[in-house]
Antibody, heavy 119, light 110 residues
């Protein structure tokens, strides 16, 4: 059974760096073709793709947020981290992690974690 | 990095069919057969409904059908049911490992 769960702070201050962790089970990120993506959704708004990390440690980022995003993995812990620097109130959103397994689609999603940016 | 364009809302009566369009460009929808569709109920995580334009994951009703023509993809829901009321998002691969989502469509069952 594949599960993913996001964790991290619910509240961050402007200019701070956000670090979120995606802890997963039911698959290994060392398996060829496996990837984990991060997606966010501001309240009442659309989904936005942020980043992806692959089994071979290839990393891909949203063009508009590339300078602020970093994604990394710890295969032994079944975890993927996302950092977003210089947080702003417009970054307030529910952040999701999701799996991609050999295809270019997101087949399993975490429940999401709401991050609010406020002083 | 512009989002794919979807109608804000689509409605239909139970039993009817509805179509949700998803318009992109020759750099995303038109370039790749990697369009997927996600259903999202309020307060819930998105759920994969269609991938690779017209493939259904195991467990998804065959009332959901996907297609693509040029730069526009479509999701057709036939035999509309109350449980289909949700937000729907399309997504496309955009090359160089990047992806783009649509603006989202709220489906209302009248």
């Amino acid at each position: 059974q594949v599960t993913l769960r996001e964790s991290g702070p619910a509240l961050v201050k402007p200019t701070q760096t956000l670090t979120l962790t995606c802890t997963f089970s039911g698959f290994s990120l060392s398996t060829s073709g496996m990837c984990v993506s991060w997606i966010r959704q501001p309240p009442g708004k659309a989904l936005e793709w942020l980043a992806r990390i692959d089994w071979d440690d290839d990393k891909f980022y949203s063009t508009s947020l590339k300078t602020r995003l970093t994604v990394s993995k710890d295969t032994s812990k079944n975890q993927v981290d996302l950092t977003l620097s210089n947080m702003d109130p417009v970054d307030t959103a529910t952040y999701y992690c999701a799996r991609m397994s050999g295809g270019l689609f997101l087949d399993y999603w975490g429940q999401g974690t709401l991050v609010t940016v406020s002083s | 990095q512009s989002a794919l364009t979807q109608p804000a809302s689509v409605s239909g009566s139970p039993g009817q069919s509805i179509t949700i369009s998803c318009t992109g460009t020759s750099s995303d929808v038109g370039a790749y057969n990697y369009v997927s569709w996600y259903q999202q109920h309020p307060g819930k995580a998105p759920k994969l409904m269609i991938y690779d334009v017209n493939k259904r994951p195991s467990g998804v009703s065959n009332r959901f059908f996907g297609s693509k023509s040029g730069n526009t993809a479509s999701l057709i829901i036939s035999g509309l049911q109350a449980e289909d009321e949700a937000d729907y998002y399309c997504s496309s691969y955009r090359g160089s490992g990047t992806y783009v989502f649509g603006t989202g469509t709220k489906v209302t069952v009248l």
